[in-house]
């Protein structure tokens, strides 16, 4: 499977027309003989990309002392308690944020207050934080986030992901494509079966479909 994910990776980068700026490659997915209605049967996953997703992700924690302090190494931005607060009576400042944002931590005792103040803009979204446990590293949190794409189908049959950039290899590309397609096949209800078909392309570029 692997090497036709390949060719067809290899055949989206040199078909793409040059571009001024650095394209993404995107995975579109095509589902089949899935009622979406059915939140059950929704694609909800947070997949890491082992060679990296070849972009900026944008991350945000929300915490308190010393785990704020050690946020501030590598997250994009860390909020405070009194913060959310404030981001709480300023819906387009939240909306913003939310928007701006790819992931979002929180250590675990600020997640009622995260819903209580922010569950309105963020849950539509699927962005409610990730809670951070006790024991839970944020540095090493994060770090992995960095490397993470969400697939969500919501109620659509196709959706898309990012899976590289246009200079990153085929081969660093295809191995992002065949873990993301094996937990997809895992979470649908009938595996392959529900997968119709699946593209790859960069931003500009013409779509290749992959052999699932």
Not at 63 to 77: H, N, P, S
Not at 185 to 203: H, Q, R
Request: charged share 35%.
């Amino acid at each position: 499977m692997a090497d036709t994910i390949e060719e067809a990776v290899d055949r989206a980068l040199d078909e793409a027309p040059p571009r001024n700026f650095r394209e993404t490659v995107d995975l579109a997915v095509n589902l089949r003989d899935l009622d979406l209605n059915d939140p059950s049967n929704r694609v909800d996953e947070s997949v890491v990309l082992p060679a990296g997703t070849g972009q900026e992700t944008r991350i945000v924690v929300f915490a308190t002392g010393e785990t704020a302090l050690r946020a501030e190494e590598v997250a994009d931005d860390v909020l405070s308690p009194d913060e959310l607060e404030d981001l709480g009576d300023d819906d387009d400042a939240a909306k913003d944020l939310a928007d701006e944002t790819d992931f979002f931590v929180a250590e675990a005792p600020m997640m009622q207050d995260i819903g209580r103040y922010l569950g309105t803009v963020l849950g539509p979204r699927g962005k409610m934080p990730t809670p951070l446990q006790p024991d839970d590293d944020v540095v090493e949190t994060v770090n992995r986030m960095k490397n993470t794409v969400q697939l969500r189908s919501r109620d659509r049959r196709t959706f898309h992901t990012r899976v590289g950039a246009e200079d990153m290899s085929a081969e660093d590309i295809a191995d992002n494509i065949d873990v993301i397609v094996r937990r997809l096949e895992a979470a649908l209800e009938k595996g392959p079966l529900n997968i119709d078909s699946i593209y790859v392309k960069t931003t500009m570029g013409p779509s290749v479909e992959v052999e699932a």
